[in-house]
């Protein structure tokens, strides 16, 4: 799932660095109903309807807190009605959102949820998004189009829309560009604009109202051409620029400004006094906002939606609509932008503020489904969250930049700074402000804000990066790697894409899997290699990663999919040390990879799956169980008959799919995660009936996640770990699981500010520590369906007790007392109980609870060496007899030969 940032972090360098006078930034912009904000690392992120994509997370799922596309290396964002572009710090452009008359400029005009190349556009300067058709100018001064071509808004000759870049006719010396809905406009180097398409308002300033499908240079009210002109804007039906002196210009019809000779629209650019010197201009659909020189903005136009921003949201066409107000409670303004009925604006401290139409807002009546707001109020951009499997380990990324890590941790996979299992979700040492994490099959990484990698767990084979060969429990930093924009961690490797598109690795290299062109490990970061043909080269332009137990894969910009490493599935080449393509023809252009144990999986751009390597198991998805490869005799198979997938993650044996419909499918090797035994084996794609509204998914080895739409975490499959954090260390779930937080109310969320009323699990939390002599192990009971997990309900008729108990399957039971409520327990007292065994699990702990949390220390400053073998249990009940009748106790877990606890297995 993609990361996101706050967004004073976001904004940070746009206020640390002089603008130069007049310049509008396109640092933000806004559509008919969603905006892009562009981050100080070149990352974008999207905020509003998704119907068509616009947010570019590959589904269509809308939402009022921003969110980070896969975007790296921008410069410029802009905004059309329903699809975005992005011009890169390379000159590319990258397209996506709605297509329907071929704005994305890829050759189709079928919509895209994820950003997409243009193709044969390079050296790009500048672009510019209109309703239904894009512009770009490019460094040797010409301009092309593409999109709805009716009026002629492509200016190239004619009337034909066209899906590809197309150079409009006898433009040169272009540095600036803007479009309108059925009209463009192009600022010269000599101050000069052009305009070309529709005309029926006089949007194009030539004194006529005929359209033109070539470029009219704009003239003033008595014929002069427009000169001196700094900066340029297009609205609906009207077009807006500022010249050297600060004048702001305007012409068109602006639906709700009359001239003085009272008439609607003008057809020549006219002077619009009533504004203070401005530096920086920006239109909506029907209303403009102006920047000047002091840093206060200015709006007029339509307010119906209070995008003016005066506090008031109803309009009058003989006053204030023409008049120009100061936008209220808004100072020092750095940038602005205007989507069709909202406004936007960054202030100098990096806040980000907007007012106007806001189709979804956190309090959407379903009956009037949206709401606006007359004032500016300050966007909160945070991270959305996301969750990522090792081998028996997991992680989360909280909305707050802060991990959270449960399951096995032998090796420190947990980066708590201890070596104890955790089957709840607990904070990894140290981290925040991150934006990315991944987990190899016993380490983790995170991809912080400032774009460098920290690293734990298990280094015995150089995966830390840290240029040593040992474990370690707390995060360290990776050394000299700088400028990430997306990590990947393998079985004993791991991977990083940097932001000029280049690929780095460290790790295990037994087979090449680093892609260096040696085999031999390397503790510190190392730059992957391609080979084409003789020619060997870096491997670059690569805008996704993946690692398996002893492979790589990579997909590059245009769609191309790279692997190195141990490929036995391939009889030609079994093992390469340099990155080699995927031959052309047998997948479609890729956007995303997955690894598997020995498996590959490929996400085209159309939305279906492709796969190669082992198929014992039918993790390929195509219905057999023959091994398949990219080179050679065989070919890459499609899994299944899927389409419509947005998302996709490989475990050992098993693939899963999350589809832009929120439904997840699995298949492969599935003991652990079907709901019979027929189903453990499947070799095409199945749904996961349990999920719904699902937003991300991962896989383990035997285990997988999925992230809801509301911030909630569910796992399913091998638990013996606590990988699921279901705080119990059951062997296997087949139906998802909702994890647990050892630190929030309960429910594990990644994203706080999404309300939920999924109900509280009940659920056993097992916190532990210590030593070999002394183990302190404590636990909190969640009892009860606590809607939204805010509080424990008390059992009607007084509180009941809680209690510890230890059982050997040969030697009894031992029996330690609690008490009511969550009071302290007594110092450990012992009675045998000779009531025989308990059951292993109690599957319904009862109705009611607890009214608070209940910790408690088991066997402190005890020697626990003698209790090895020992099950221990937590319970509650009005009596023990309460307790063992109603089987209200589940097994937490085992203490081991060291006296330490260890996973149930």
């Not at 999207?46 to 068509?52: L, N, P, R, T, Y």
């Not at 190392?526 to 894969?553: F, M």
């Not at 029996?815 to 110092?827: D, F, I, Q, R, T």
């Not at 025989?836 to 408690?856: K, S």
Request: hydrophobic share 40%.
């Amino acid at each position: 799932m993609a990361s996101r940032l706050s967004i004073h972090a976001c904004i940070l360098w746009l206020c640390a660095c002089a603008l130069p006078l007049h310049a509008a930034t396109p640092m933000l912009d806004g559509g008919a109903d969603h905006s892009l904000f562009l981050s100080g690392d070149g990352s974008v992120l999207a905020v509003g309807s998704d119907a068509s994509g616009q947010l570019g997370q590959g589904r269509t799922l809308s939402t009022e807190t921003p969110v980070a596309t896969r975007l790296s290396a921008v410069q410029r964002v802009a905004s059309g009605s329903t699809h975005n572009l992005a011009l890169k710090t390379d000159g590319t452009v990258w397209a996506w959102g709605g297509n329907l008359e071929g704005q994305l400029g890829d050759g189709s005009t079928i919509s895209r949820s994820l950003p997409q190349q243009v193709a044969g556009l390079a050296g790009v300067a500048a672009i510019a998004a209109g309703e239904y058709h894009s512009l770009a100018a490019l460094q040797d001064g010409s301009v092309r189009a593409w999109g709805n071509n009716r009026d002629g808004q492509l200016g190239d000759g004619g009337n034909a829309s066209r899906q590809t870049p197309t150079a409009v006719s006898g433009l040169t010396g272009v540095t600036a560009v803007a479009a309108g809905h059925d009209h463009s406009l192009a600022l010269k180097s000599d101050g000069t604009v052009w305009a070309w398409g529709g005309n029926y308002w006089g949007q194009l300033g030539n004194e006529t109202d005929t359209d033109s499908n070539v470029p009219v240079q704009v003239r003033l009210n008595d014929g002069t051409p427009l000169a001196n002109i700094v900066a340029i804007a297009a609205g609906h039906s009207f077009s807006v620029a500022i010249d050297r002196d600060g004048n702001v210009l305007i012409w068109g019809y602006l639906y709700y400004d009359e001239t003085a000779d009272a008439t609607e629209w003008v057809y020549s650019a006219w002077y619009k006094t009533d504004v203070p010197l401005a530096q920086a201009v920006a239109a909506g659909n029907d209303h403009v906002l102006v920047l000047d020189r002091d840093g206060y903005l200015w709006a007029w136009g339509g307010n119906y939606y209070g995008q003016i921003g005066n506090g008031t949201d109803s309009y009058d066409d003989t006053v204030t609509s023409i008049t120009a107000y100061p936008v209220s409670n808004l100072a020092a303004v750095r940038a602005i932008a205007a989507g069709q009925n909202h406004s936007l604006a960054v202030k100098s401290d990096g806040t980000v503020w907007r007012w106007g139409f806001s189709r979804y807002a956190p309090d959407i009546d379903p009956e009037y489904p949206y709401r606006f707001y007359s004032l500016p109020h300050q966007v909160s951009v945070d991270n959305g969250g996301a969750v990522s499997a090792g081998a028996s380990h997991s992680l989360a990324l909280l909305a707050d930049g802060t991990v959270r890590a449960w399951g096995d941790n032998a090796d420190g996979q947990l980066g708590d700074g201890a070596l104890m299992v955790n089957s709840v979700a607990a904070a990894v040492a140290g981290l925040a402000g991150v934006k990315q994490v991944a987990a190899g099959n016993y380490h983790g990484l995170a991809l912080l804000a400032d774009n460098t990698v920290k690293a734990w767990g298990a280094g015995r084979d150089g995966q830390l990066g840290n240029g040593r060969r040992i474990d370690v429990s707390s995060p360290v930093s990776v050394n000299g790697l700088t400028n990430v924009q997306r990590i990947a961690a393998a079985g004993m490797h791991s991977l990083a894409i940097k932001t000029d598109g280049t690929v780095w690795a460290w790790g295990n290299n037994y087979y090449g899997q680093l892609g260096n062109g040696a085999y031999e490990d390397k503790t510190e970061p190392v730059q992957v290699y391609a080979k084409v043909g003789e020619t060997v080269r870096p491997l670059t332009n690569i805008v996704a990663v993946c690692g398996g137990d002893w492979h790589s894969a990579a997909v590059d910009s245009s769609g191309t999919v790279w692997h190195w490493g141990y490929s036995y599935y391939d009889y030609d080449d079994p093992y390469s040390y340099y990155a080699r393509a995927v031959p052309t023809g047998r997948i479609p252009a890729a956007q995303d990879v997955a690894c598997g144990a020995e498996f590959t999986l490929a996400l085209a751009r159309a939305g279906t799956v492709w796969a190669w390597g082992n198929n014992y198991f039918g993790q390929l998805g195509d219905g057999t169980d023959i091994d398949s490869y990219p080179a050679g005799t065989s070919y890459s198979l499609q899994s299944g008959s899927l389409d419509g997938v947005v998302a996709i993650a490989a475990g050992y044996y098993h693939s899963i799919a999350l589809k832009g419909d929120g439904t997840v499918w699995r298949w492969g090797y599935s003991y652990y995660d079907a709901p019979t035994e027929t189903d453990y084996y499947a070799p095409e794609p199945v749904r996961v009936t349990e999920l719904s509204q699902i937003a991300a998914i991962g896989a383990g080895d035997w285990h997988s996640l999925a992230l809801r739409t509301d911030g909630t975490v569910l796992g399913w499959g091998f638990n013996y770990a606590g990988q699921l954090a279901d705080g119990t260390y059951e062997e296997f779930r087949s139906i998802p699981q909702l994890a647990v937080n050892s630190t929030v109310n309960g429910l594990l969320d990644l994203d706080t500010t999404v309300a939920n009323n999924v109900a509280c699990p009940v659920v056993v939390q097992a916190e532990k520590s210590g030593s070999v002599d002394a183990v302190t192990a404590g636990f909190r009971l969640y009892v009860g369906e606590q809607t939204n997990c805010t509080s424990l309900r008390k059992r009607a008729g007084g509180g009941y007790q809680v209690f510890v108990a230890a059982l050997h399957p040969t030697q009894g039971m031992f029996l330690l007392k609690g008490v009511e409520n969550g009071a302290s327990l007594p110092a450990p007292t012992w009675t045998q109980y000779l009531g025989g065994p308990l059951p292993v699990f109690a599957a319904n702990a009862g109705a009611g609870g607890l009214d608070e949390h209940v910790q408690a220390t088991l066997i402190d400053g005890v020697d626990t060496r003698q209790l090895a073998g020992f099950d221990v249990y937590v319970g509650y009940g009005t009596s023990e007899a309460d307790m063992l009748q109603n089987q209200r106790y589940k097994r937490i877990f085992t203490l081991g030969a060291d006296g330490r606890p260890v996973a149930q297995k």
